[in-house]
């Protein structure tokens, strides 16, 4: 079993920058693929950034490709995702996950946090 705990999350202008955080519990931390994902009110879940378990390998939605960074420290047991530039229509709650394997869709991640939500101003 892996417990995952988001923070970071807040009312920013567009424009801005903020840093989420995501704390895992387990010892098997460093053997995960973590993935951010997000969801906006009256729109589906989507695939925002993810990591593999070296820290080596990321990927990056379309839409966030540039201005978001994901970041993992192992011995900690904690994933980060900078956020640059932020607009508006990146609103939503913010959720990390973990998975087995590296892969985008989010029904590849079998442990998920209870999200925290990223609100930006225009």
């Known amino acids: 079993q892996v417990q995952l705990v988001e923070s970071g999350g807040g009312l920013v202008q567009a424009g801005g920058s903020l840093r989420l955080s995501c704390a895992a519990s387990?010892?098997?931390?460093?053997?995960?693929?973590m993935g951010w994902f997000r969801q906006a009110p009256g729109k589906e879940r989507e695939s925002v950034a993810l990591?593999?378990?070296?820290?080596?390998?990321?990927a990056y939605a379309d839409s966030v490709k540039g201005r978001f960074t994901v970041s993992r420290d192992n011995a900690k047991n904690t994933v980060f995702l900078q956020m640059n530039s932020l607009k508006p229509e990146d609103t939503a709650i913010y959720y990390c996950?973990?998975?087995?394997?590296?892969?985008?869709?989010?029904?590849?991640?079998?442990?998920w946090g209870q999200g925290t939500q990223v609100t930006v101003s225009s």
């Open positions: 996950a973990a998975s087995e394997i590296f892969f985008l869709a989010p029904a590849a991640y079998r442990y």
């Open positions: 387990g010892r098997t931390f460093s053997t995960y693929t």
């Open positions: 990591i593999d378990r070296n820290g080596d390998s990321t």
